[in-house]
């Protein structure tokens, strides 16, 4: 029976939670993106009006999808050159989805994200349902066709396997935006020390350049391994310029609801690096180059109003 404009309706009235749900089962936005449409796909050729709850439909066969692709995602990544992280996602993207508590903001924080990518793909559904949209074990079990009991389990497990000891430190867009200054000058100082006191003992700095822009793929540990390495990332320079077709701007801003700094060519952004923070001061780096994993955020920025670039920050 063909769709009504009614049924389709219902469905886009889904989409931002469905997309949502996708991006922290993936880690990707074009691959929840495309989850999302086949979904749609599904329901189109349902008996759409004989499910008895449509979210609830809906959110089991986008779930099963997500399952499946982080399935055959895990034997792609065996391949993948460098080091895999997520796609980052820029302040006031609507597929970040709820981030009315603190434990929704968590799960959507790029640390997390990365972390996540320790999960069997069933422990990363069940958190992601309980942890982020507040789905009872009972419905969880629904959907993954699991007893509540084995949802429950699966949720303590997955929640320990995540957590890693760091307290995290919740910062607003001003806050965050006073952290990246501080990192900025200290970065672009020309010495080591002042940045060297902003990073805890065991910070680390990891990049995703996809083997398509250089990154390196064995992280840089300890403070002043670091310290050392982002002095010369921040280093101006004319092989900066040859790599990205221009100076890139640099803009603090924040993705994923971390602190982050936006490198930018001619409105294309050339590169995210989002800063964990804790209250013994900032515990790890994490950068996408990866112009593939960019484009969203790209398209996005175009559509911000992201004020003025930080002077000598490059």
Same mark, same amino acid.
């Given at each position: 029976?063909?769709?009504?404009?009614?049924?389709?309706?219902?469905?886009?009235?889904?989409?931002?939670? +469905? *997309?949502?749900?996708?991006?922290?089962?993936?880690?990707? %936005?074009?691959?929840?993106? $495309?989850?999302?449409?086949?979904?749609?796909?599904?329901? &189109?050729?349902? $008996?759409?009006?004989?499910? @008895?709850?449509?979210?609830?439909?809906?959110?089991?066969? +986008?779930?099963?999808?997500?399952?499946?692709?982080? =399935?055959?995602?895990?034997?792609?990544?065996?391949?993948?050159?460098?080091?895999?992280?997520?796609?980052?996602?820029?302040?006031?993207?609507?597929?970040?989805?709820?981030?009315?508590?603190?434990? &929704?903001?968590?799960?959507?924080? !790029?640390?997390?994200?990365?972390?996540?990518?320790? +999960?069997?793909?069933? *422990?990363?559904?069940? !958190?992601?349902?309980? *942890?982020?949209?507040?789905?009872?074990?009972?419905?969880?079990?629904?959907?993954?066709?699991?007893? *509540?009991?084995?949802?429950?389990?699966?949720?303590?497990?997955?929640? /320990?396997?995540?957590?890693?000891?760091?307290?995290? =430190?919740?910062?607003? @867009?001003?806050?965050?935006?006073?952290?990246?200054?501080?990192?900025?000058?200290? %970065? =672009?100082?020309?010495?080591?020390?002042? +940045?060297?006191?902003?990073?805890?003992?065991?910070?680390?700095?990891?990049?995703?350049?996809?083997? /398509?822009?250089?990154?390196?793929? /064995?992280?840089? @540990?300890?403070?002043?391994?670091?310290?050392?390495?982002?002095?010369?990332?921040?280093?101006?320079?004319?092989? /900066?310029?040859?790599? !990205?077709?221009?100076?890139?701007?640099?803009?603090?801003?924040?993705?994923?609801?971390?602190?982050?700094?936006? %490198?930018?060519?001619?409105?294309?952004?050339?590169?995210?690096?989002?800063?964990?923070?804790?209250?013994?001061?900032?515990?790890?780096?994490?950068? &996408?180059?990866?112009?593939?994993?960019?484009?969203?955020?790209?398209?996005?920025?175009?559509?911000?109003?992201?004020?003025?670039?930080?002077?000598?920050?490059?």
């Amino acid at each position: 029976m063909p769709l009504t404009a009614n049924h389709v309706d219902r469905f886009e009235a889904s989409r931002p939670r +469905l *997309e949502a749900i996708a991006y922290r089962l993936l880690g990707s %936005a074009t691959e929840a993106e $495309d989850a999302v449409q086949e979904t749609f796909l599904r329901w &189109q050729a349902a $008996d759409v009006g004989r499910i @008895e709850v449509p979210e609830a439909w809906l959110t089991k066969v +986008l779930t099963n999808l997500c399952l499946n692709e982080l =399935t055959s995602a895990r034997a792609r990544r065996e391949t993948y050159v460098g080091r895999w992280l997520p796609e980052p996602l820029l302040a006031g993207d609507p597929m970040l989805g709820p981030a009315d508590t603190a434990e &929704q903001r968590e799960s959507v924080s !790029y640390a997390v994200l990365t972390l996540m990518e320790r +999960l069997a793909p069933n *422990e990363r559904a069940v !958190y992601v349902l309980r *942890e982020a949209f507040d789905y009872p074990h009972r419905e969880i079990a629904d959907i993954l066709d699991i007893s *509540e009991a084995a949802s429950q389990q699966i949720f303590h497990r997955a929640k /320990k396997h995540v957590a890693d000891g760091k307290v995290r =430190t919740e910062v607003d @867009e001003a806050a965050a935006r006073r952290i990246v200054e501080e990192f900025l000058a200290a %970065a =672009t100082s020309g010495q080591t020390e002042p +940045l060297v006191r902003l990073l805890t003992k065991d910070v680390i700095s990891v990049g995703d350049g996809g083997g /398509k822009v250089p990154a390196r793929a /064995k992280a840089f @540990e300890g403070a002043v391994a670091v310290a050392r390495f982002l002095w010369g990332l921040f280093k101006p320079g004319e092989a /900066k310029r040859a790599l !990205y077709g221009g100076m890139p701007e640099v803009y603090a801003w924040t993705a994923n609801g971390d602190p982050a700094v936006v %490198a930018v060519v001619d409105g294309r952004v050339v590169g995210v690096m989002c800063l964990e923070v804790t209250p013994e001061g900032i515990t790890a780096f994490r950068s &996408q180059v990866n112009p593939d994993k960019l484009e969203r955020a790209t398209a996005h920025w175009a559509a911000a109003d992201h004020g003025e670039p930080l002077p000598n920050a490059l």
